[in-house]
């Protein structure tokens, strides 16, 4: 007999039925085995309470096909099973969760459970019926019935289309597929998205996104979903940009405002099914380019904006960007190359934006110690190589070579906006220190994006001379920003009166820059093609060099300020006109642009400041030529100045902004430019939020 014949034989064991509920099973309780049972009832889970093994499990008709009973209670015991996973989420802890969440990574799925934790002492009504798809003419082909979460605080209702995401055997990753555009509609946006000289552009690297796109459409079922949010995010931004500039696009898109919405909910359901807080390909790039669709898709600040892009912040940080690749082997050089552009632009848009909004940065200095990325096109390296070539010099225009020198002079702008947060206090020699900073920082810029005369630009790309304006006008506010806080102090000190003509120069140029683009981006101008521009942030820095020189003309309207030359009053007087003239004019603009709400608001601060400047310059007048203090009553606007007709008063919307700014024109010497920024910059809540309003962004 062989051995095998001497080995025992091996008892089959028996599978073990389950007979506590999936509940008590999964917390290890002793379950009595009703329907619902005594635990579930305690926990007011009653719902929830599933016994696995009752009923006609795995049971078909007598035609092979499963009954429409069975499928019912399938997808009722499926979203039972959902819950308790939830539950048991919540009690394992995060690190559980963390690891389930990296498992579901790597078999490119959602977590169970994302996006659906409770509250406690919340249960839910599940309701009963789950309507066939298709049934009824008009129908949504995924529609199904909703959830009513009922709490301590109050009852919430969960729309079908959130469990429809979560629900593995509905085609999700098809219908996203589905949304796409045929070929050749999808084909001319995305020619315009590559080109597109949008400096936020610079992170998707051109020759090797169009391979990417190729294959892509050879089989779009091997696509992954970041690469599929990647480029929803591309063609959300490209339509949110012509929408502005009221470019033709391909008709078969339809109105541009449907589309915008349409591919901006697709992107964010990409963000949401490759689950955005686990580290993976293209998820940082597609977030952040569906963030940049956010920013464009309106001229007002949006606070959620910098929620979006914090959130986008720590993916990145999350995925390693914050360190440089040159200290990992590795990482090849075309992603370490491209890891640099795409950390570049997150810094410069993170202190931009947070000082928008009023809030610190979130990344400083000791964060990251990435290099700046190299001054290199992108057909000089891809995915294949070795070795990145050496790069060029400074004063070749490539790719990066925008984002390089704007770095410079944002490194310096962080600082600034740093102490403007600060809760310590600044010495007088801490802000000259960084003002020499500043000025090394703009005259290192290469000559070819330095300010120049429009006349002698006229042979220039337009995209380069719009890179000028915006470089220059970062170089005029960081200087108005950094000295602003010593102008109410000029009066009883003259140790600041350089911080004084720094804010009046630098707040003159910037008017005059506001002036000649939008002189410039009219029909015929030679900025007229990129008229996207000016933005949000734009309309900010024109309103505080506005504000800059109203209190300079409120505070001393003849110019006889203690220890100023009084010989030729004037010439003194005419530098007041100029000023007043400046004003006026971009009051002119601001009201030729109203289609904003930050626009609407400028343009009713500007109308109170000139009404109070114009009061001031009539009261000195007088004074000069009678020779003493005029009547409080005299205080009127005269006909001397034509040329804007400035509304009454109680014609002005009602805005906090308007009593700050009365406020802070009062009593100049007492300036609380925190507070000015709070209610210029700051949209709130009720107006910046509408993004959250989409059910699919609301998870992220």
Same mark, same amino acid.
């Given at each position: ?20 509920? $999936?509940?008590?099973? /999964? ?30 499990? &795995?049971? !078909?008709? &007598? *035609? ?39 498992? *579901?990574?790597?078999?490119?799925? #959602? ?16 309701? +009963?019926?789950?309507?066939?798809? &298709? ?9 199904? /019935? ?112 449907? @589309? ?12 949401? %099914?490759? *689950? ?9 790039? @597609? ?13 007002? @600040? %949006? ?58 940065? $979130? ?11 190299? !001054? ?21 225009? $490539?790719? /990066? ?31 000259? /220190? ?16 330095? #300010?120049?005369?429009? !006349? ?19 170089? %005029? ?57 000016? =933005? ?30 009084? =010989? ?40 109170? #400041? ?7 310059? =009539? ?11 005029? +009547? ?20 002005? +919307? ?27 910059? !700051? ?5 910046? #939020? ?11």
């Amino acid at each position: 007999m062989s051995d095998l014949a001497r080995l025992p034989l091996r008892e089959k064991k028996r599978t073990r039925v389950q007979l506590s509920c $999936t509940a008590c099973r /999964a917390r290890k309780l002793k379950c009595c085995r009703t329907h619902p049972c005594t635990n579930c009832q305690k926990r007011g889970e009653a719902h929830s309470c599933t016994f696995v093994g009752r009923g006609p499990r &795995g049971k !078909n008709s &007598g *035609n092979g096909q499963a009954s429409p009973a069975h499928v019912q209670d399938r997808l009722q015991h499926l979203e039972n099973l959902i819950l308790s996973f939830t539950q048991m989420k919540k009690e394992q802890g995060q690190e559980q969760g963390l690891e389930r969440g990296q498992e *579901n990574e790597k078999g490119g799925g #959602m977590g169970l459970g994302q996006g659906t934790e409770w509250g406690a002492g919340e249960h839910v009504v599940v309701h +009963p019926q789950i309507q066939q798809q &298709g049934t009824e003419e008009g129908s949504s082909p995924s529609e199904v /019935a909703g959830k009513l979460v009922v709490g301590e605080t109050g009852t919430r209702y969960i729309d079908g289309s959130h469990w429809s995401a979560i629900l593995e055997e509905v085609s999700t990753k098809q219908e996203l597929l589905d949304g796409l555009p045929p070929r050749p509609v999808t084909d001319r946006v995305i020619a315009l998205f590559l080109r597109s000289k949008e400096p936020v552009c610079v992170i998707v690297h051109v020759p090797t996104f169009q391979r990417e796109y190729n294959r892509f459409w050879s089989n779009p079922q091997d696509v992954s979903i970041s690469w599929l949010g990647l480029l929803y995010a591309c063609l959300t931004l490209t339509v949110a940009i012509y929408q502005r500039t009221s470019e033709p696009l391909p008709r078969e898109l339809g109105d541009q405002a449907e @589309a915008v919405k349409t591919f901006r909910k697709l992107t964010a359901q990409c963000v949401v %099914q490759f *689950n955005y807080t686990v580290p993976g390909r293209y998820k940082v790039e @597609a977030l952040f380019l569906y963030t940049m669709g956010e920013f464009y898709r309106t001229e007002d @600040a %949006q606070v959620g904006v910098s929620f979006l892009l914090g959130t986008t912040i720590r993916l990145a940080m999350r995925t390693g960007y914050h360190r440089d690749p040159r200290q990992f082997p590795d990482i090849s050089p075309y992603e370490g190359e491209m890891r640099r552009r795409v950390w570049t632009v997150l810094r410069q848009l993170d202190i931009l934006i947070s000082f928008q909004v009023g809030l610190p940065r $979130t990344v400083q200095e000791w964060h990251q110690d990435v290099e700046p990325p190299s !001054n290199i096109s992108d057909e000089e390296f891809d995915e294949f190589t070795q070795e990145l070539p050496p790069s060029r010099p400074e004063e070749e225009l $490539t790719t /990066a070579s925008y984002i390089r020198c704007k770095s410079r002079l944002m490194s310096v702008f962080g600082k600034i906006a740093d102490l403007a947060y600060s809760r310590e206090p600044v010495t007088y020699e801490d802000s000259l /220190a960084i003002d020499r900073q500043l000025d090394e920082a703009h005259d290192q810029l290469p000559a070819m994006f330095k #300010m120049r005369p429009l !006349n002698q630009s006229i042979v220039d790309p337009s995209v380069l001379i719009l890179r000028r304006y915006t470089l220059e006008l970062l170089y %005029q506010k960081s200087r108005c920003v950094l000295h602003r806080r010593y102008l109410g102090e000029v009066q009883t000190n003259s140790r600041y009166a350089f911080s004084r003509r720094v804010c009046m120069s630098a707040s003159r140029n910037i008017l005059r820059h506001q002036a000649d683009v939008h002189h410039e981006t009219q029909p015929g101008g030679l900025l007229y093609r990129d008229r996207q521009y000016p =933005n949000s942030l734009q309309h900010a820095d024109y309103l505080l060099g506005a504000m800059i020189i109203c209190l300079e003309l409120s505070q001393d309207p003849t110019g006889a300020r203690k220890g100023s030359p009084d =010989n030729d009053v004037g010439a003194v007087m005419q530098d007041r006109e100029d000023l007043l003239s400046t004003l006026e004019t971009s009051h002119r603009i601001f009201e030729s642009q109203r289609g904003s709400a930050d626009v609407q608001k400028a343009c009713a601060a500007l109308t109170v #400041m000139l009404r109070r400047v114009k009061g001031a310059q =009539n009261a000195a007048r007088e004074q000069l030529a009678l020779a003493q203090p005029p +009547p409080y009553d005299s205080w009127q606007v005269d006909s001397s100045y034509p040329l804007v007709d400035l509304p009454e008063i109680n014609d002005l +919307p009602e805005h906090p902004s308007l009593d700050v700014i009365e406020e802070m024109l009062d009593a100049p010497t007492n300036l609380d430019w925190r507070l000015w920024d709070e209610h210029i910059t !700051n949209t709130g809540f009720e107006g910046g #939020m509408e993004l959250w309003d989409d059910p699919a962004i609301s998870q992220i």
